[in-house]
Each structure stands twice: as C-alpha cells, then as structure tokens.
C-alpha cells in the first residue's frame, strides 16, 4: 500500500534549536519527494522539492535530505524562529500517485 | 504578480446546492491543479490540467465533482449537489512545468454544508 508517514505528530521547541523532522515512505515507483509549509488557514508553501537522485537540498534555514534506498526524507531546520511555528507536509510523487503525509505539528516557543 | 487567485473565500451553503469554486493561475503556469484539505484526510489532489486539458482526475470523489478549464486563466470546480462530507477547504495551484516543479497554491476556498 503507498503511504506516507510523518513523526513526530506535533513538536514543541525553543526558539533558537533546530530541530528534525522525519517522513517515511512505501510509494513505489519514486518520482519525486516535496516539503510544504502551511500556516494555519493559508495554503502550503514549498520548501524544496527532491528526484531520486538528490540527496541534499537547502532553502534558507531548511535542509531536506532524501534516503531513495531506505525511502526516508528528513527536514531539518536550524535557528528557529517564532515564524516557523505551521504545519509541514510531506508528499510522495510516483506514477500517477500523489501520496500526501499527515503532517507534523510544529510550535516555536519564545 | 498576484499569486493564484480563488474565490469565493468562504462558502456556506445547503445540502442539495450546486457550488462553484473558481481559480485563477499564475499567468503563464500551464499546470493547474485543485486539491482537498480536511482535518480527517489530510490534503488529496484531485484533479489537474495541463495546457486547460485535464490530465488525472483519478482523485475525484464521485460524480457529483466535476472540473473543467476553459481557458488558461481560469478554471471552476463544481459541486452538485453538495453534501455535508464535502465541507473542506478546496485549494488551486499552479505550475509551470508537471512533477518536479514548485506548485503555487492560492489562499483556498473555505467550504460548509449544512
């Protein structure tokens, strides 16, 4: 079954830590992997989008890594910020599959 | 340039209504894509369009949806009739090229049925 799990479910941090986000993966086949930010009541925004052959990708204070063989994705964000407090979203892309994770929770406390 | 434009924001109305949501893309996006947001199920693509023609429309729930595309600045998701399990929020995006572009989504469109 093509799914996509995310953990934590929901994360509290200090501003100023960085933290890890993790997503997991059983779609097959594998096109590509996105991060989204989505703030309450506003649509998703993209953070970075990875091909099976990209390991690493960075936007700003965001860095996705991207484990093809293990079929895991990191998202890591350094020096937090109240502003990152949202949700952030995995989704999967494969064939004609578009396979969206729960998302995780995120809320930076000053 | 504005972003993707969607109207209306919210939409509160009664079983058995039709209801038209509409999207306007980026200009000169030749993907456009309407999503589904709700609490239980997460964001679901539902169906998208390349140059105004829909490509996937696997992701509708029933024939009570449908989507069509005139032309390359606007497109309407339709409900008819409406029922209560359709209460979401319904968001557009847009693209320039398909799988590994960065899609665009718009503010949403907030959906009640009662």
């Known amino acids: 079954k093509n799914q996509v799990e995310q953990s934590p479910q929901s994360l509290i941090i200090l501003e100023g830590k960085n933290c890890t986000l993790q997503?997991?993966?059983?779609?097959?086949?594998?096109?590509?992997l996105r991060w989204y930010k989505q703030d309450t009541g506003r649509g998703p925004v993209s953070l970075t989008i990875?091909?099976?052959?990209?390991n690493t990708k960075s936007n700003g204070r965001y860095t996705a890594t991207l484990d093809a063989d293990t079929k895991q994705s990191s998202l890591h964000i350094t020096a937090s910020q109240l502003s990152d407090s949202a949700s952030y979203i995995c989704?999967?892309?494969?064939?004609?599959?578009?396979?969206f994770g729960a998302g995780t929770r995120l809320f930076v406390k000053a | 340039d504005a972003g993707v434009i969607q109207s209306p924001r919210h939409e509160v109305t009664e079983m058995g209504q039709e209801v038209t949501l509409r999207c306007k893309p980026i200009?000169?996006?030749?993907?456009l894509f309407w999503y589904r947001q709700t609490m239980m199920r997460g964001l679901e693509l539902l169906i998208y369009?390349?140059?105004?023609?829909?490509?996937?429309d696997s992701g509708m729930p029933e024939d009570r949806f449908s989507a069509k595309m005139p032309n390359a600045s606007f497109s309407t998701l339709k409900i008819q009739p409406s029922e209560p399990r359709d209460s979401a929020v319904y968001f557009c995006?847009?693209?320039?090229?398909?799988?590994?572009?960065?899609?665009?989504f718009g503010p949403g469109t907030r959906l009640t049925v009662l």
């Open positions: 995006a847009s693209s320039l090229g398909p799988r590994t572009d960065t899609q665009y």
């Open positions: 997503c997991n993966y059983t779609v097959s086949p594998f096109s590509n």
């Open positions: 990875m091909t099976f052959s990209e």
């Open positions: 989704v999967v892309e494969g064939g004609f599959k578009t396979i």
């Open positions: 200009s000169g996006h030749d993907y």
């Open positions: 369009f390349n140059n105004n023609v829909p490509i996937d």
